[in-house]
């Protein structure tokens, strides 16, 4: 029925409604109510792009002149290739493959849509650097992938007034098969370490250097010069150079396929942990134990760690001290101001053994 | 930043020596520094470039000079010259004997010194058995003046020794009334007078014994030798005899095999019983390993047993050099870990208590705590306890008083509490110069431990022999690590001080004049609350005592709250306003009302994930620490007690467990190479609910209308607890509970440890400490304004708006520099030039070792100064801040280093030694240079003394012409 089916309704332009209602009266309208598929458009250059959330979907909606085009597709047959830029071109050919869908010539590796990505990784300020040294950050946030890799003292060579020169320096010497400096592919071992976070690492000693790893890893921007140059970015202008200042717009392209650049990095987001840290407030009373609902589940982690039943028993009242907008719901849980906090923790049966030993800090 | 005075015990010191002239000391080290010392207050130091050991020490006769011999034979002349005003300790030449070419370097390997009286020359025995002659103070070699061993070996009869009779010089010692006749003793035994001026042997003395040491008689009638098997021998000098007999030659441990004497005196004394007094020569096999000195004057004899290796030791005559008689009234004895001195004069020869070269390491130090300008009541009261602890003391004043201390009195009164292994806490006047022992405070009184009071190596009956006498406090050997002291805080004010332990155990006590028997009572903690399915596999609870017990006067505990699990506690803080005391654990907190003697809640802050920690990677340090602690156990064990102990299944669990885990340490360092794990802290991190901070405020908790009093905890983890609590007033406080309710629990994103928790008022100034501010030292805390909260973790400084606690300013250090916060205090710095301005910086030190001031309360770094190495892990440890911008750390585990980031205060010695004039008699000279020793103390302690020299003062003020017509050319100046 996927092969061909076409149906024609109407929206309010202006008041299109949520994603989620537009989807299940997509479903209800083709009778498909427990299928997943996946919804695009094509907007007005004729790209076909997706509509999966709030704002594409109504960027949708605004965009049809006046008829909005609506591929509907199953979730697990979507060729993803197909979204995005220059499917002007081939958008017939894209109708002719959601027809024709059992003749794709290869299986795609399932990814699934931008809409669940994180970004992990970055290369930035291409256009200030040289072009030997790589600027990487890595979004730790979200992520449960640990940072993996280790850093070593060794020697690297410089150029100064007086010739050559041996100095120390830091390195990568081992990455964690699985962790995120692995699987970004932006950094490798030997890989010699500039700087971390703006701040040169030159004069530092090794401790030091991983210290201020460490507290910056929420948002770690190492820059390196990397063993291997031939992966480097070619610049179309010469200009750059020494000067470290280049013009070039395009310099963006580059040869590394998994990563995005970003370019005129911001400096405000490097201060991603400018999040605040979480006040948890007691009552004055003790409270009845309200519903948890609709705190993040990031904030939730890092107020309670694993424990549901810990975070349940107490009551709290969540708010952000920073003056972010306070979710309107007030996560009022936890903290029944009971010193007693056997009700708070739960520790499993023979879990915790402790020898006891004396650490004198 | 200066780095103003050492205090404590010099680290492996290696020489001695003194001058009787200039009354003063001399220490040398294993790492090349040179001290000296006089009178309290009066302290020198000096640094040899080649960081070699200090071999021998001897000063010039009659000069302000010394010579320093080190073990790369080079020698080093220093001496004390005024400069500004005081006399400075410098370093004049260096010198290394020379041999001809390709001779071995034996023959110029010096093995004694021989400053001359005539002080132009140096004799240096050597090794070949040769005797080199050095002019002072160009340290030239005058050749034509050595004496071969040749040349010695031609003038005795050659049927009495064969040429080996020459090898290596083992004394060299002036004739005391003739300086033209030295005596010089050969190691194999020969000892042969020789005359300078003729350049010949006047007499030869065959000993069969290998030769130690030489000493002459007061009158040079005799002379006697020490040997190598235990023995003395006396040798009568005459005009008759060239080749006399020994008068006497005794072994006085003998008959069995005894150890070397290497060093003896003989001195006479008016009522013709000499005293004799050796070092060493205790019998082989059952005292062999003693370090002892025997004092023996008539019937009477003890072996004073010291509890180190004995370095050298000196006498102290009373009698000027010119008397008859030389009257020992003190013997400075110098061991390895300690000094001790013997007053000769007063029945028992009890010890002398010292002002300085305190062994501040006598049992481990633990930790340490720092009170500024103590109350005089209290610092009376704790010298009026300390001084009945100290009966057993000599009351003799202290004998070495050579040079005038003209430092000005310390500003105020301060006391340095430091917390020991063996369960003690020590409290040292630590206003000036001098770091002086004021009192001992024990806890181990209260616990029932397996050390039996009776197992006292002193104990020895009446006939026994040899007559041994355990002298010296160092004993580092802890009957039971459990005691330990882990945190100690006094509050000045009321007296009340408490003191927390290794095994859980926090002591709150208070200041009691008397002594006094009295139940100490006991509350549990349990931090855990019967969590299920956790085991403790550490330490047991200290055992206490039932019943009541009898207290010394001073400080005497009244209750003592234990923690369950008995783990190390890690913060503790009192308010003696309020009668509160709050501890922490790596479990949880809880605070203790000590007034109602009631439990006022407990925290557990234990993280459901902590289960790994609770075995990660810092019980495997520890425990390589705690094996070496054992291992010195089982020395001592075997050393001292015959008695069974029961070694528990447990205990070899754990040592097993430690073997294994120093076997994988060892292997881990082996294998990988020196680098480091990146990688971000995250909530399952280990120990993150230790408690590193805890801190009482009043202060806008819930609203910004009311304050109350509050209690803040900070973890490793980067959490901060905030308690409010309700303390009943005055009149109701033993009727009403004290209450504590949970406000506000603030966790740092970067989850780093808090290390300091602190509260500014109104005016940014930090909140007064409890009591301050009824004692009229403070003002009062401006409670108008909005109150700011400072939270300091080891990476970053933040502060908060109270009471929303919405972040404000922060100051991030381990992102930008890469190290993190060690210690932190609130430093309160004067200025110099002003008496009225002053501010409250922080004081901050890095895990780099340097020290940064970061002003409050913008949080913006004012300045840094490198101040300890950063390899110097311990050093950093124990450092301490004071308030007024001075600190200590230890260089050594005996030394306390303080330096003073404050202008304002600054403790440094400063003090004179007088150069006499010396008249062409060598034995007469002016003496108003060495009895001018005036001393300024301000303990009181020394007080009738300081009458005493206040007067010789004045004395040789007047009578001495230089300094009369000093005063008269600035009188003259003037008009």
Sequence with gaps: QFGAEFRRFSLDRYKPGKFEDFYKLILHIHHIANLEVMIGYADVHGDLLPINNDDNFFKAVSSAHPLLRVFIQRQDEVDYSNFGTNTLSRKKKALVTLRNDNLRRRPHINISMPHDFRPVSSIIDVDILPETHRRVRLYRHGCEKPLGFYIRDGTSVRVTPHGLEKVPGIFISRMVPGGLAESTGLLAVNDEVLEVNGIEVAGKTLDQVTDMMIANSHNLIITVKPANQRNNIIRSSRMSGSSGQSTDSTASHHSLPTSHVLQNFHPDEMESDEEADIVIEGGLEPQHIPKLHSLTSSSLSRINGSSLSHRLQRDLVLNNSSGRESNGNIHKLLSSLKTDPRHSLVIPRGGIEEDGTVITL | ?975
Aim: aromatic fraction near 8%.
């Design chain 2, 1 to 975: 930043l200066s780095q103003t005075v050492e205090h404590g015990f010099p680290h492996q010191p290696s020489a001695l020596g003194y001058s009787p002239f200039l009354r003063l000391m001399a220490i040398g080290t294993r790492s090349g520094a040179i001290k000296l010392y006089g009178a309290p207050g009066v302290e020198f130091m000096g640094l040899h470039e080649e960081n070699n050991t200090v071999m021998q020490i001897h000063f010039i006769p009659d000069q302000c000079q010394l010579v320093t011999l080190l073990d790369d034979n080079s020698l080093h002349l220093w001496s004390l010259k005024q400069h500004g005003g005081a006399s400075e300790l410098r370093e004049e030449h260096r010198f290394t004997l020379k041999g001809p070419p390709g001779s071995p370097p034996s023959a110029t390997q010096i093995t004694a010194v021989l400053p001359h009286s005539s002080r132009e020359v140096l004799y240096l025995g050597t090794e070949s058995g040769n005797i080199f002659v050095v002019e002072v103070p160009s340290l030239r070699v005058l050749e034509e003046r050595s004496i071969p061993s040749e040349a010695v070996l031609q003038q005795v009869p050659e049927d009495n020794c064969n040429r080996r009779a020459c090898e290596l010089v083992e004394a060299l010692r002036e004739h005391p009334k003739n300086p033209d006749q030295i005596l010089i003793g050969y190691s194999r035994g020969l000892i042969v007078l020789w005359d300078l001026q003729n350049n010949k042997v006047t007499h030869h003395f065959l000993g069969s014994q290998q030769l130690e040491n030489l000493y002459w008689q007061r009158d040079g009638s005799k002379f006697i030798s020490c040997h190598y098997d235990g023995s003395y021998t006396q040798w009568p000098v005459s005009s008759d005899n060239r080749q006399p007999e020994p008068l006497e030659n005794t072994v006085p441990y003998g008959p069995f095999p005894c150890k070397a004497i290497s060093k003896i005196y003989w001195q006479t004394t008016k009522n013709g019983l000499p005293y004799i007094i050796f070092q060493g020569g205790m019998p082989r096999a059952s005292y062999g390993d003693r370090h002892s000195i025997s004092v023996i004057h008539g019937s009477q004899q003890t072996a004073f047993d010291f509890t180190s290796r004995v370095i050298d030791f000196f006498l102290i005559f009373s009698s000027g050099p010119a008397a008859e008689f030389d009257d020992p009234s003190a013997m400075v004895v110098l061991a390895e870990e300690e000094l001790v001195v013997i007053d000769l004069k007063t029945a028992g020869w009890p010890a002398v208590h010292p002002p300085y070269l305190a062994s501040l390491h006598c049992s481990a130090i633990t930790c340490s705590h720092h009170v500024s300008n103590i109350p005089l009541k209290l610092w009376e009261r704790i010298i009026s306890a300390g001084s009945k602890q100290n009966i057993h003391y000599s009351s003799m004043p202290w004998p070495i008083d050579g040079g005038t201390n003209i430092a000005p009195d310390p500003p105020q009164r301060d006391l340095l509490l430091t917390g020991h292994e063996d369960g003690t806490v020590r409290f040292w006047d630590a206003s000036g110069v001098c770091l002086h022992l004021l009192y001992k405070l024990s806890t181990v009184r209260v616990f029932l431990t397996d050390a039996d009071p009776n197992d006292n190596m002193n104990t020895l009956g009446e006939d026994e022999w040899p007559p041994l006498r355990k002298v010296g406090t160092f004993d580092p050997y802890s009957d039971d690590p459990r005691l330990g002291i882990q945190k100690i805080y006094l509050c000045k004010y009321s007296g009340y001080l408490a003191v927390a332990g290794t095994a859980g155990q926090v002591l709150v006590m208070e200041l009691n004049d008397e002594d006094a028997e009295h139940v100490v009572d006991h509350a549990e903690a349990d931090l855990l609350q019967d969590q299920e399915g956790y085991r403790w596999k550490g330490h047991e609870k200290l055992k206490t005592r039932d019943g009541p017990v009898r207290f010394e006067a001073g400080f005497q505990p009244f209750v003592l709250v234990q923690c369950q699990p008995p783990a190390v506690v890690t913060s503790l803080a009192l308010h003696s306003e309020w009668k509160l005391v709050a501890f922490g654990t790596s479990h949880g907190f809880g605070l203790f009302d000590h007034q109602q003697k009631r439990l006022v809640f407990v925290k557990c802050t234990l993280h459901p994930s902590d289960q790994l920690a609770l075995e990660g990677p810092l019980s495997r340090v520890k425990s390589l620490k705690k094996s070496l602690r054992q291992s010195f156990r089982r020395i001592r064990r075997s050393r001292v007690s015959s008695r069974k102990r029961r070694g528990g299944g447990n205990a070899s669990e754990v040592q097993e467990a430690n073997a294994k885990f120093d076997q994988d340490a060892l292997q881990e360092m082996e294998l990988a190479p020196v680098q480091r794990k990146i990688e971000a802290r995250s909530a399952e991190d280990s120990f993150t609910g230790f408690v590193r901070t805890l801190y009482f405020a009043d202060t806008f908790l819930r609203d910004s209308s009311r304050h109350c009093p509050s209690l803040w905890a900070g973890t490793n983890g980067g959490t901060v607890y905030a308690f409010c609590l309700r303390v009943p007033p005055a009149e109701r406080r033993m009727d009403e509970p004290v209450r504590a309710e949970q406000a506000k629990e603030i966790q740092l994103m970067h989850r780093a440890p808090v290390v300091g928790i602190l509260v500014l008022d109104g005016r940014s100034t930090p909140l007064p400490e409890p009591l301050e501010v009824a004692h009229d030292l403070s003002k009062s805390p401006d409670m108008q304004g909005s109150h700011q909260l400072l939270v300091v973790s080891e990476e970053q400084f933040k502060v908060f708006t109270l009471p929303k606690v919405s972040s404000k300013l922060k100051l991030k250090l381990t992102a930008l520099e890469g190290c993190r916060v060690r210690k932190v205090t609130v430093a309160n710095f004067g200025s110099c030039k002003t008496d009225d301005y002053s501010e409250n910086d922080l004081a901050v030190l890095t895990n780099l070792g340097d020290i940064q001031i970061i002003s409050l309360p913008f949080l913006k770094l004012q300045i840094r100064y490198p101040c300890i190495r950063k390899e110097d892990v311990s050093g950093i440890a124990s450092c301490v801040f004071t308030k007024y911008g001075q600190g200590f750390y230890l260089i050594s585990p005996s030394e306390f280093e303080r330096f003073s980031l404050s202008t304002k205060w600054l403790v440094e010695p400063r003090c004179i030694v007088d150069v006499p004039e010396v008249t062409s008699n060598n034995h007469v000279h002016n003496k108003s240079g060495v009895e001018n020793a005036a001393r300024k103390s301000s303990s009181g302690d020394y007080g009738e003394d300081e009458r005493k020299s206040g007067r010789l003062m004045e004395h040789a003020l007047l009578n001495d012409e230089k300094v009369l017509k000093e005063i008269q050319s600035t009188l003259e100046g003037g008009r």
